[in-house]
């Protein structure tokens, strides 16, 4: 049963990835309303939560690059992997739901931890599931230590709203775990957000891919395909 278990996960998580940022985008923009009433300012929570989706047709672009004759390469980007959302003791629930919503329509899978703000997570997290955000793809872990979870395996990436100080304790302590180089993305403006706001911010949640196609083989030049039949 957890073999099961795991193996569906797993692919639940690799249909969000695959699903494209445009479609994942559709699914975000109806929750915007609500996130964003969880914020305290909900208007500047909209604009910002609107901002972010906006980049959702530029993450799906693929650029066909140059390449040796008879293969064609194509550049495009995607999820990282597993990635912790957290919001620390002075995170404001804007920073925290913005990073939410980026790791999302990057695709990636998700954990979010924000044990400060215990209600506004389970709530946000009630409200992207109601819109068809999966529970395999969307999971709250405030019951558990934020140094426990930072040794989660295969912890691809770290979003942590909150101070500078505690960004680098976070940091600290991904530094001394073992397994794979886990990146950390701050967002330390508590007022302005303006992280969010760059242009290569969204690009932090995903990582470079290139897929090679030999065309020559495909093409017709048929005797390529017949050499080693013999």
């Not at 699914?27 to 609500?34: C, H, K, N, Q």
């Not at 599931?129 to 930072?150: C, F, H, P, R, W």
């Not at 909150?162 to 530094?175: F, H, P, R, Y």
Request: net charge negative.
């Amino acid at each position: 049963m957890a073999t099961e278990f795991k193996k569906n996960h797993a692919q639940v998580c690799e249909s969000w990835r695959l699903l494209g940022a445009v479609n994942r985008a559709a699914y975000l923009e109806t929750a915007i309303a609500e996130l964003a009433l969880l914020t305290g300012n909900a208007n500047k929570a909209k604009r910002l939560f609107s901002h972010l989706l906006s980049f959702a047709p530029k993450l799906d672009e693929v650029e066909r690059m140059t390449g040796a004759t008879g293969e064609s390469n194509d550049l495009y980007v995607t999820a990282r992997g597993k990635t912790m959302v957290i919001g620390t003791e002075s995170a404001k629930a804007m920073a925290v739901l913005g990073q939410l919503m980026a790791a999302l329509l990057t695709g990636n899978e998700v954990i979010l931890h924000c044990p400060s703000q215990d209600e506004m997570s389970a709530a946000a997290a009630k409200i992207l599931y109601k819109v068809g955000i999966s529970e395999d793809v969307l999971s709250v872990a405030n019951d558990s230590q934020t140094i426990t979870l930072l040794y989660i395996d295969r912890l691809a990436q770290v979003a942590v709203a909150g101070s500078a100080a505690e960004v680098q304790k976070i940091s600290q302590t991904l530094a001394d775990t073992d397994g794979i180089l886990t990146q950390v993305i701050a967002v330390i403006d508590m007022q302005g957000f303006t992280e969010m706001l760059t242009a290569d911010y969204l690009y932090r949640f995903v990582t470079e891919r290139v897929k090679t196609i030999n065309t020559t083989a495909i093409g017709g030049n048929a005797s390529l395909l017949e050499l080693g039949t013999d």
